[in-house]
Each structure stands twice: as structure tokens, then as C-alpha cells.
């Protein structure tokens, strides 16, 4: 029964979308994998996309759930986002949204 009912249980996927400063996205991405590298509890992966040509961006983080997130902010990845906040060129949007369909080649 257990193995059904974890069939039935739903990833969640945080998402942000911004635009980082002329030029510094590298810069962004090289932070971004810093802070992703200190999640444990609950994390199931992440991706950094960039628009060709552009400073813009749409990063996805998986977990469990959305409190796992949560659970996984620490100091070392606060300093880390304090030294990215500086890099976006606005406030990035934010928002979790659970994962419906999955679908992975065989």
C-alpha cells in the first residue's frame, strides 16, 4: 500500500524567473550552484536556464515538498544569497508549483 500511496505523492518545483545585471550571469550561475550544493533534506534536483543572448534566467529547484525548501536554508546559503542579491537587475518572480506530469525517456 505504501508504494502506491508514494506513487500518488507529487514533487514540487520552485521557480524563479529574473534578470541578472549586464554581464553577470556567469557570475550568477557559479552562486546558484553554490547555494544548491548545500540542500539535502527534500531536494531532487535543480536546472539554470538562460535565454540565448541575455542576462535572463529561469531557475528550478525540486523537492519533495515545499516546506523541505524551507528546511534547508542555512547561513552559509544566506551569505550566499546576499552576495547574489546585488546581481539581479530586478527582483526575481518567485512561485512553487506542484509537478502534475513526469516524463523521463526509458
Same mark, same amino acid.
Given at each position: 500500500m505504501s508504494e502506491f500511496l508514494d506513487f500518488l505523492k507529487h514533487k514540487y518545483a520552485y521557480v524563479a524567473i529574473g534578470e541578472f545585471q549586464p554581464? /553577470? $550571469?556567469a557570475e550568477a550561475q557559479r552562486l546558484y550552484e553554490k547555494a544548491v550544493s548545500t540542500y539535502t533534506k527534500g531536494f531532487k534536483g535543480?536546472?539554470?536556464l538562460q535565454? #540565448? +543572448?541575455t542576462d535572463? +534566467?529561469?531557475a528550478v529547484i525540486m523537492w519533495d515538498k515545499i516546506d523541505d525548501m524551507q528546511e534547508?536554508?542555512?547561513e552559509s546559503y544566506e551569505a550566499?544569497?546576499?552576495e547574489m542579491n546585488p546581481? $539581479? /537587475?530586478?527582483? #526575481?518572480n518567485t512561485s512553487f508549483y506542484e509537478v502534475c506530469s513526469e516524463i523521463t525517456p526509458e
Open positions: 554581464g /553577470r $550571469f535543480a536546472y539554470l535565454k #540565448p +543572448g535572463e +534566467g529561469i534547508n536554508i542555512s550566499i544569497l546576499q546581481l $539581479f /537587475r530586478t527582483h #526575481p
